[in-house]
């Protein structure tokens, strides 16, 4: 059964750094794309940051770009998201996803995990 499981969540301030952490078992995701997607209270679902398995190519959000930092381990089995400069409106849910291919929508993705949730005090 695939699990992908989030780790790393908590409380900041804002200006400051998280590094969340997603362990993936279950299958060989060798040739997926595993992403992070975030949820504000009462906002849709936004994409974040995504790698292929296979090749290590980086996709990021627009608002994101030149503070996170997405990377894999491979023999961990994780996919790890280092946040620099994070913002109050960075606050949410913050999930785990994979999918056969990139994309920065949740339609893609075959596989979810539970989320692990980041406070940005300001």
């Known amino acids: 059964q695939v699990q992908l499981v989030e780790s790393g969540g908590g409380l900041v301030q804002a200006g400051g750094s998280l590094r969340l952490s997603c362990a993936a078992s279950?299958?060989?995701?060798?040739?997926?794309?595993i992403a992070w997607f975030r949820q504000a209270p009462g906002k849709e679902r936004e994409f974040v940051a995504a790698?292929?398995?296979?090749?290590?190519?980086?996709y990021y959000a627009n608002s994101v770009k030149g503070r996170f930092t997405i990377s894999r381990d491979n023999p961990q089995n994780t996919v790890n998201l280092q946040m620099n400069s994070l913002k109050p409106e960075e606050t949410g849910v913050y999930y785990c996803?994979?999918?056969?291919?990139?994309?920065?929508?949740?339609?893609?993705?075959?596989?979810w995990g539970q989320g692990t949730q980041v406070t940005v005090s300001s």
């Open positions: 996803a994979a999918s056969r291919f990139f994309a920065g929508t949740t339609g893609a993705y075959d596989y």
């Open positions: 279950g299958r060989t995701f060798s040739s997926y794309a």
């Open positions: 790698i292929m398995w296979s090749g290590g190519s980086t």
